[in-house]
DNA sequence: ATGGTGGTCGCACCA
């Protein structure tokens, strides 16, 4: 059976809806993973996803920060929402579907500006919440077990991950102690790169890119965040992968772009 | 130095 993934960092859900539509009506996926979908789980846009073609949707959200959503063809038969860190910030979801397919849609702080633990609290959350979840999956996660970890994962781990790895070494997300954690949660399971598994590591590859630059095409300076991840189970499934450039220069664009793997189970 | 949200209509907080 083809299956077809794309995860989102949509940046508000109820600004965006039209563009989840395009993304819908262009990429077709059977499984839509969104964060920071910044919407309270009574204004969430149900009838909009439905209308979609999601009769199965899963959503825990917050009023203005982060928020996680799967939106499922394939019947949800149950579904999870850890919280880390002592705090119910609503990063976490996890949607099992038929055939024991477990699919985990993951918003991972982002960490603030300063990278030191210690004189930044958010920074300092990023890294515990990294440890906790690398816990966690090593216990509660089976190489044998068909899972995919998909979302925003405000971590890009290899040199080809960010514009420049050198001028990026002390900007969070690609600091050496993020990097580690990240990969120490990759080992836990372990996790293979489905995007990477597709994509060499001496090409660059970016989901993301600055509002803050002017011109964000003018010196393609993007770093890749967002991931889709499957353990060993999944790993002869794999099939392509697709990283929708082009949405950045969508309308009112996320900052974030959608990320595709497909298939074959 | 931009964009989204919420509270208040200029600003704080988050990314």
Known sequence: ??????????????????????????????????????????????????????????????????GVAVLSRHRIHSVRTPSWCGKDDRRHLIAELDDGLQIHCLYVPAGGDIPDPDQNPKFAHKLAFLRELTAWMATEIRPEQKVILAGDFNVAPLVNDVWSHKQLLSVVSHTPVEVEALTALQNSVPFVDAVRHFVPDTEKLFTWWSYRSPDWTRNDRGRRLDHIWVTPALKDSLRATLVAREARAWPQPSDHVPVMVDFDL
């Open 1 to 66: 059976m083809g299956f077809r993934l794309v995860t989102w960092n949509v940046n508000s859900l109820r600004l965006r809806i039209d563009l989840v539509e395009r993304i819908v009506s262009e990429m077709a996926p059977d499984v839509l993973c969104l964060q920071e979908i910044k919407v309270d789980d009574p204004l969430f846009p149900l009838d909009a996803c439905r209308a979609l073609g999601f009769e199965h949707v899963a959503f825990h959200g917050m009023k203005s920060y982060n």
